[in-house]
């Protein structure tokens, strides 16, 4: 397939309503950040946990770096193998808690908002820790809600909605992380002002929407993300509490033995 005819078939009607799900400003400084922190390489070889659709991915390539998506999903993998197969990204269907792959296949790693969800993420971490070369980077997000006022009731909800199994902070990840192999390098907080969470709790109320009001619910999500970069121009608007947000970035290497 030339690549002409894979951007015809990413404009299909179901496509750009997807893409559209992009517009959640819960995700987008999320997912840039990640992407910039992960910094492929041409020739890098990189493992992504949790592929989802594959766009991801399909951007990641374009660097020239080799990118492998795994998930469990089907569906998400028949989308990604679909619309963004091509020159340096391939789909497995694979658990992550048995990664079928040979020792040091890799030099990084990626996973978004994927580990707070897994049932043993320390399995996980250390599988990974094994097909990572030495010194090689892992960098993911996770649902942290340790947003200092975010209510017990709001998490109770979040972690049933979402299937939710670890609500991540830095201390956490670094216990995990160290006790897998790695060595944290950086960790960081996200949409953790009280004025975030003004709009992290309108995002909620979208959320609800069913299915039939997909549109209405997009476009609030683009409505949402506008109206918080405008405001965030205000004065004041990036004081930060001491601790805590929605999310949690982590930037982390595979420990090399002395």
């Known amino acids: 397939?030339?690549?002409?005819?894979?951007?015809?078939?990413?404009?299909?009607?179901?496509?750009?309503?997807?893409?559209?799900?992009?517009?959640?400003?819960r995700r987008m400084e999320e997912c840039a950040t990640i992407l910039r922190w992960l910094e492929p390489q041409p020739g890098e070889k990189v493992l992504d946990i949790g592929c989802?659709?594959?766009?991801?991915?399909?951007?990641?390539?374009?660097?020239?770096?080799?990118?492998?998506?795994?998930?469990?999903?089907?569906?998400?993998?028949?989308?990604?193998?679909?619309?963004?197969?091509?020159?340096?990204?391939?789909?497995?269907?694979?658990?992550?808690s048995r990664l079928d792959f040979p020792g040091a296949s890799f030099d990084k790693a990626l996973s978004l908002c994927v580990v707070e969800h897994l049932g043993d993420d320390e399995l996980v971490m250390r599988n990974l820790c094994r097909v990572l070369k030495p010194g090689g980077l892992f960098v993911f997000?996770?649902?942290?809600?340790?947003?200092?006022?975010?209510?017990?009731?709001?998490?109770?909800?979040?972690?049933?909605?979402?299937?939710?199994?670890?609500?991540?902070?830095v201390d956490i990840v670094r216990g995990k992380l160290d006790r897998a192999g790695f060595d944290l390098v950086e960790?960081?907080?996200?949409?953790?002002?009280?004025?975030?969470?003004?709009?992290?709790?309108?995002?909620?109320k979208l959320d609800d929407l069913s299915g039939a009001l997909g549109p209405l619910k997009l476009a609030g999500y683009a409505a949402l993300g506008a109206a918080r970069k405008l405001a965030s121009l205000a004065p004041g608007y990036a004081a930060r509490p001491s601790v805590g947000g929605l999310t949690v970035l982590v930037k982390a290497r595979k420990r090399i033995p002395a």
């Open 1 to 25: 397939m030339n690549s002409k005819t894979q951007d015809l078939k990413r404009l299909a009607p179901g496509r750009i309503l997807f893409s559209l799900s992009r517009l959640n400003f």
């Open 52 to 96: 989802g659709d594959g766009a991801y991915d399909r951007k990641i390539a374009r660097s020239g770096a080799e990118v492998t998506g795994i998930d469990i999903h089907e569906k998400r993998l028949s989308a990604a193998r679909k619309y963004y197969k091509g020159d340096g990204t391939k789909f497995l269907f694979m658990d992550a």
């Open 141 to 169: 997000s996770a649902d942290s809600l340790s947003h200092p006022e975010i209510t017990p009731a709001e998490r109770s909800r979040h972690q049933k909605r979402y299937a939710v199994n670890t609500f991540y902070t």
């Open 187 to 204: 960790a960081r907080y996200i949409l953790s002002t009280a004025r975030d969470l003004r709009f992290i709790r309108l995002s909620w």
